[in-house]
């Protein structure tokens, strides 16, 4: 009689043990997919950390760009650069934008086909955008008043030239570098411009400009140069 009592006790408990694993197997099979990120996931989207880099320069990401794009773009002016050690021109630049597309953080350029940074942002991947303090504006005009066909217009100014890690012509006196890789380049289409773009090209006597879209691999500040000297 104890046998048998014996027998059924442990029939029940391996009953109980089998009910408990079908549950928790059944709760797994049924549980939706976790929406929380993975550690390796959360890494590839986060966005660079702001670490010192050599002459002082200090990387931030796009989305750690405090200045205003418009007031930039109108107060500071900027200065477009483009090409190598070998060969590279840069230009002022009034038109800009900065932005988003195609999930990408992006910084937009134009640029007329009458220019000579024209022919090295065809030919070239990259360029960069950096701004400067009022006190600086002088070379900055400079650049924008003469052409890189007539020489070495950089070597005319007070501006130190210099490069980042990629090869990208930047100067050592700006206090924002914003360096892109082109994802997009088109000229205007005439036939789609108001008759004030229109003429506006026509009094000028310049080429059409063309755009480029740059997504922003690199920012660099450097804050101590942001102080007017």
């Given at each position: 009689?104890?046998?048998?009592?014996?027998?059924?006790?442990?029939?029940?408990?391996?009953?109980?043990?089998?009910?408990?694993?079908?549950?928790?197997?059944?709760?797994?099979?049924?549980?939706?997919?976790?929406?929380?990120?993975?550690?390796?996931?959360?890494?590839?989207?986060?966005?660079?950390?702001?670490?010192?880099?050599?002459?002082?320069?200090?990387?931030?990401?796009?989305?750690?760009?405090?200045?205003?794009?418009?007031?930039?773009?109108?107060?500071?002016?900027?200065?477009?650069?483009?090409?190598?050690?070998?060969?590279?021109?840069?230009?002022?630049?009034?038109?800009?934008?900065?932005?988003?597309?195609?999930?990408?953080?992006?910084?937009?350029?134009?640029?007329?086909?009458?220019?000579?940074?024209?022919?090295?942002?065809?030919?070239?991947?990259?360029?960069?955008?950096?701004f400067f303090n009022k006190s600086h504006m002088k070379?900055?005009?400079?650049?924008?008043?003469?052409?890189?066909?007539?020489?070495?217009?950089?070597?005319?100014?007070?501006?130190?030239?210099?490069?980042?890690?990629?090869?990208?012509?930047?100067?050592?006196?700006?206090?924002?570098?914003?360096?892109?890789?082109?994802?997009?380049?088109?000229?205007?289409?005439?036939?789609?411009l108001l008759p004030e773009q229109k003429d506006f090209?026509?009094?000028?006597?310049?080429?059409?400009?063309?755009?480029?879209?740059?997504?922003?691999?690199?920012?660099?500040?450097?804050?101590e140069n942001r102080v007017e000297k």
């Open positions: 009689m104890k046998d048998k009592k014996t027998l059924v006790y442990q029939l029940l408990c391996i009953a109980l043990l089998v009910a408990l694993i079908c549950t928790v197997l059944c709760k797994k099979s049924t549980s939706p997919e976790s929406t929380e990120p993975t550690a390796q996931q959360s890494a590839q989207s986060a966005p660079p950390p702001s670490v010192p880099t050599t002459n002082g320069w200090k990387k931030i990401a796009p989305s750690e760009i405090t200045d205003n794009s418009i007031d930039l773009i109108d107060n500071y002016k900027g200065i477009l650069a483009m090409g190598n050690k070998e060969e590279h021109n840069a230009m002022t630049i009034g038109w800009g934008t900065l932005g988003v597309l195609w999930g990408k953080p992006i910084y937009t350029v134009f640029v007329s086909s009458s220019r000579f940074s024209y022919t090295l942002l065809e030919k070239y991947d990259t360029f960069t955008v950096t070379d900055v005009m400079y650049l924008g008043h003469h052409s890189g066909r007539d020489g070495d217009k950089i070597r005319k100014t007070s501006l130190h030239l210099n490069y980042t890690e990629a090869g990208n012509p930047i100067f050592d006196e700006a206090f924002l570098v914003i360096e892109c890789r082109k994802i997009y380049a088109a000229p205007f289409d005439s036939a789609k090209y026509e009094k000028r006597q310049i080429g059409i400009h063309s755009e480029y879209v740059g997504e922003i691999l690199n920012v660099f500040v450097k804050e």
